[in-house]
């Protein structure tokens, strides 16, 4: 049996859920506003430092609103302060390395990485170049896996700036990128995603390795209400007891999450 389905029904889904993505996106922005008294009721942990990286062609207003509600959260937060993400340019293979060692260096402590879309595929490569200044990573829609990723809205738009990109490989190869890495690292997904293939969004489950599905469009992940309580969830767990997610029950949250599988 084929693991995916037929082509032209699978095409026609995706382009259905790539028409609706800007309007899914404001309706997670409006359930975010509703939900925001029970968001205050989200798990806070240990305040240390979070860099947030945004999707391919977006910049740190993308993560204004999660940047901002984690600073509620008692977290020191920042964006990665490099414009516009055109892919993997010289002046990221640069930065971001320096970037995470000077939070890292002033906090003295490591650093928790939350990245959406391409944004997850640099927060996974530094986590396993640098292991020892990375406290975990959380992916959110980040295209690393396997599935029909060449054929999805978002690779054939980062195919159209690959003259922009660096020599140097940005990443390992995606099986690679799929396995479990060498610090904590949860992978948000969702089959509702219109922008690139769910499936390939998805990570070898490990001791310290988990996907976590929600109902959120793609570009809606940085503010649905689904998505920041994982986050918030995620960044609370001590650094040396982490536990895999667990679905709240409380006040109904639960039904936030459909069933991993």
């Known amino acids: 049996m084929p693991e995916f389905p037929a082509r032209p029904a699978r095409r026609r889904r995706t382009d259905l859920l790539g028409v609706t993505e800007p309007v899914r996106a404001l309706a997670s922005a409006g359930a975010f506003a509703a939900g925001l008294p029970l968001l205050q009721l989200a798990p806070r942990g240990e305040p240390h430092p979070v860099l947030v990286l945004p999707g391919l062609m977006a910049s740190d207003v993308s993560t204004r609103v999660l940047r901002v509600w984690l600073r509620r959260l008692g977290y020191p937060v920042v964006g990665w302060e490099l414009g516009r993400n055109r892919g993997p340019t010289h002046e990221v293979f640069d930065a971001l390395p320096r970037l995470?060692?000077?939070?890292?260096?002033?906090?003295?402590?490591?650093?928790?990485?939350?990245?959406?879309?391409?944004?997850?595929?640099?927060?996974?490569?530094?986590?396993?170049?640098?292991?020892?200044?990375?406290?975990?990573?959380?992916?959110?829609?980040?295209?690393?896996?396997?599935?029909?990723?060449?054929?999805?809205?978002?690779?054939?738009?980062?195919?159209?700036?690959?003259?922009?990109?660096?020599?140097?490989?940005?990443?390992?190869?995606?099986?690679?990128?799929?396995?479990?890495?060498?610090?904590?690292?949860?992978?948000?997904?969702?089959?509702?995603?219109?922008?690139?293939?769910?499936?390939?969004?998805?990570?070898?489950?490990?001791?310290?390795?988990?996907?976590?599905?929600?109902?959120?469009?793609?570009l809606g992940m940085g503010h649905d209400p689904a998505v920041l309580w994982v986050i918030a969830d995620r960044l609370a767990q001590p650094r040396h007891e982490w536990q895999p997610f667990q679905r709240p029950t409380r006040f109904g949250l639960g039904a936030l999450f459909p069933p991993e599988g």
């Open 100 to 218: 995470l060692d000077r939070l890292a260096a002033e906090h003295g402590t490591a650093v928790s990485i939350v990245g959406q879309s391409l944004g997850g595929i640099f927060a996974r490569t530094l986590a396993r170049r640098v292991p020892r200044q990375v406290r975990q990573v959380v992916s959110l829609g980040s295209p690393f896996g396997g599935g029909d990723v060449d054929d999805s809205p978002a690779a054939r738009l980062y195919r159209r700036y690959s003259s922009q990109h660096g020599t140097q490989r940005p990443v390992r190869p995606r099986t690679s990128l799929a396995a479990p890495l060498p610090v904590p690292s949860t992978a948000v997904y969702s089959r509702w995603d219109g922008v690139v293939d769910w499936r390939a969004c998805r990570q070898q489950p490990g001791p310290r390795s988990e996907n976590v599905a929600v109902h959120a469009s793609h």
